[in-house]
Each structure stands twice: as structure tokens, then as C-alpha cells.
């Protein structure tokens, strides 16, 4: 009686695995239709190069309460970042992306765009101010432009080409050097 009582109770354990693993993956799956694998090359046929994927467009308030559009860096690499304060891997990631935004502002050839998802106003310069942070921060405050762009973990980061199309993404926290990386391929793709 007890072997069967055991059976029964690791067959139910190891269902309750598999619906918890299939729940897991279903709700964070990233739907392929806004993520793009990196171009191959300049020497891209034409039709392939027209059916581009395009950066959803938008316009927010910037910290200051200015308003940006993505549009407005058309001709630069846009390094588009989602994320909050109550984050912590985006927290662990924001001193990179802080060191890297002094070296790309000194070349004027890409921006880093960090948009902070449905926070207060406040609560963001608090955690800029306290930890010296200077980045360009977007405030998503309502959460639609992360819903465009369909994220669905943070932190979550964009590589935009200079003619607006997507490059890639990480959807995970990431580091200087790997974004470097991935700046020096766009370089490299020409596109």
C-alpha cells in the first residue's frame, strides 16, 4: 500500500512539474514578431532588405517632462532598455549602461534610450540622483510602449539600426561589453 501511495504521489508531483514548466514558458515566450535575428550582411537581396522589421515609433516624456519620439535618432543606433527601480538585474546592469553612455555620447553615432515601466516620476530620479546615474530615462508610465514592444520580463534591451530597423535583443540583464559587441556588429552589418 505504501509503495502505491508513493507512486501516486511522485506521479502527481512530476505532472504538477510539467504544467508549472509549460505555464513558465507559455507566459514568458517573446513573440517573434517584434524580434528580429541580427542582418548577415550589406549584400542582402533587395526584397529581403524590404521586408525589414521596423521599430515600433512612440513618443514619451523624458525625465524632465521633455517629450521624445523615437524617431527623433533616426540616423543613430538606438540602444532601447526596459526597466524599473524594483528590478534588480536591471539595477545590477544600469552602472554599464551608464559607463557606456559617456563613451557613445562622446562619438555621437548611438544613443541609449532607458525606459523606466509604469513608476513614478519621483521614485526613478530618486534612484538616479542616489546613484549617479545620468542616463536618458523615458517614462513608460502607463506601460504602452513596453506592451508595443511586447516584453514581457525586464530588464529587457532593444538594438535599433540607424535606418530604424531592428537588430536584436537580450531579454535578460546584460553588460557593457556585450553590448559593445553587438554595437560593433550593426557597425560591421552595414545595414
Do not use: H
Amino acid at each position: 500500500m505504501n509503495k502505491k501511495l508513493t507512486i501516486v504521489i511522485w506521479s502527481i508531483v512530476a505532472v504538477a512539474i510539467i504544467a508549472a514548466a509549460y505555464t513558465f514558458y507559455s507566459k514568458t515566450k517573446i513573440d517573434n514578431k517584434y524580434i528580429i535575428q541580427p542582418q548577415e550582411d550589406s549584400q542582402q537581396s533587395q526584397s529581403a532588405q524590404s521586408s525589414k522589421l521596423m521599430a515600433p515609433d512612440f513618443n514619451l516624456k523624458d525625465i524632465n517632462g521633455k517629450t521624445v519620439k523615437l524617431s527623433d535618432y533616426k540616423g543613430k543606433k538606438v540602444i532601447l532598455n526596459f526597466w524599473a527601480v524594483w528590478c534588480k538585474y536591471c539595477l545590477m546592469e544600469m552602472p554599464d549602461f551608464n559607463e557606456l553612455n559617456k563613451e557613445l555620447v562622446k562619438d555621437n553615432n548611438a544613443v541609449i534610450l532607458a525606459v523606466d515601466v509604469q513608476e513614478t516620476e519621483e521614485k526613478v530620479k530618486e534612484y538616479l540622483t542616489s546613484n549617479n546615474i545620468s542616463l536618458n530615462v523615458l517614462m513608460d508610465t502607463d506601460g504602452a510602449v513596453s506592451r508595443t514592444y511586447r516584453v514581457s520580463g525586464y530588464p529587457t534591451t532593444f538594438f535599433i539600426n540607424k535606418d530604424g530597423s531592428l537588430y536584436t535583443y537580450i531579454p535578460q540583464k546584460t553588460d557593457k561589453n556585450t553590448v559593445l559587441k553587438i554595437l560593433e556588429e550593426m557597425e560591421n552589418s552595414k545595414d
